[in-house]
């Protein structure tokens, strides 16, 4: 692709795209001073304490909305804007 004054874009080509994967991937090279593993390790760990603490709220605020009938009309309008 070119751009307004004629020269082209900065993008990679596919094959270098993956020669760069291939480099994090099997080769060691480092992103940001850590590696991609340590990287997807703590997206993986962010991933499940998020995921835990929605089960945690979804269980107790269902439990509380479930036992108090008279709270049921109120609460359910957030968790439906939410859902």
């Keep these: 692709m070119l751009n307004s004054n004629g020269s082209t874009l900065g993008f990679p080509a596919p094959i270098d795209t ?10 060691g090279r480092s992103l940001y001073g850590h590696s991609i593993y340590e990287h ?6 962010r991933l499940l304490v998020a995921f835990a603490l929605a089960a945690a709220f979804g269980i107790v605020a269902g439990s509380v909305l479930g036992y108090f009938t008279r709270l049921y009309p109120i609460g359910i309008v957030p968790v439906s804007i939410i859902r």
């Design 18 to 27: 993956f020669n760069r994967v291939g480099e994090y991937l099997f080769d």
């Design 40 to 45: 997807i390790l703590a997206s993986l760990q």
